[in-house]
């Protein structure tokens, strides 16, 4: 947004009004991430951007999908966090109710079908998705997490106990839930079923959880990036050490 201060005011919202000169760090980690030239971003980046985890974000948004956030086409639905030890920014999740593909901008094969590099061509305006994930080192460590995010959780051998139980937690009190957004009656099918509901005047197609899960890993594990064999960590250490 330049570097006229007052422009931020109207895209982000300060959380903490004690912070001191959080806007003038702002408006310096998006110079940095927009307009550091190609060959020197490498270098500059991790010095006021927590990359690893922000590679980890864009990789858990995407493989759900929460299309919803920072990766989809409003990038809202998210909290920048300024570690006061390292001085470094992260990007951190926030509303996720529309996970899984629970939103109305595509259709439900697109969400299953959702391409890892979904938003990095077309908007260069997103500098975590157009620059930062066409670094080659730092490409490859995306799709590591993804990778590793399939074989840990993204697996209905994994996620289908939790979502019973999680259900069988809830339930009662959805079902009083005056204020709900759909009808109880597609409290359970909405776990294995598309369901076509109600959005935003008007209706859509929302993908199951399960059948998002399964196909949603068919169409991954066939692309190119996912034929490789999964990374391993070893020696693993912290510097600093505390």
């Known amino acids: 947004l330049g570097t006229i201060l007052t422009n931020y005011y109207r895209g982000y919202e300060l959380k903490n009004a004690n912070t ?47 299309i919803d956030s920072y990766i989809g086409g409003t990038a809202h639905n998210f909290y920048l966090y300024e570690d006061p030890l390292h001085k470094r920014t992260s990007l951190l999740p926030w509303d ?10 595509l259709t439900v ?10 938003m990095t061509t077309t908007k260069p305006n ?9 670094d080659p080192e730092w ?3 995306y799709i590591a997490y993804m990778h590793t995010m399939m ?6 051998k994994f996620a289908g106990p939790l979502v019973a139980q999680y259900q069988k937690l809830i339930q ?9 957004l759909y009808p109880f009656a597609q409290f359970t ?22 059948p998002m899960i399964d196909k949603r890993r068919i169409y991954l594990n066939g692309l190119a990036e996912f034929k490789t064999a999964r990374p391993a960590l070893s020696v693993l250490t912290q510097n600093p050490s505390k």
């Not at 490498?42 to 759900?64: F, Q, S, T």
């Not at 009662?172 to 709900?180: L, R």
């Open 151 to 156: 074989a840990d959780f993204y697996d209905w």
């Open 126 to 134: 997103r500098p975590l998705l157009s620059r930062v994930l066409v």
């Open 139 to 141: 490409r490859q460590r």
């Open 172 to 180: 009662a009190e959805v079902q009083k839930d005056p204020y709900k």
């Open 96 to 105: 996720l109710n529309a996970t899984y593909g629970g939103n109305a901008w």
């Open 109 to 118: 094969l697109q969400k299953q079908r959702l391409s890892p590099w979904y």
């Open 20 to 66: 001191t000169g959080a806007w003038q760090n702002l408006m310096q980690t998006c110079n940095v991430l927009n307009n550091t030239a190609a060959g020197q971003l490498h270098a500059a980046a991790p010095k006021i951007v927590d990359i690893d985890e922000c590679i980890r974000y864009l990789a858990g948004n995407n493989i759900l999908p929460a």
């Open 189 to 210: 099918p909405s776990v294995t079923q598309d369901l076509q509901v109600y959005i935003g005047s008007r209706w859509q197609w929302i993908p199951g959880i399960k």
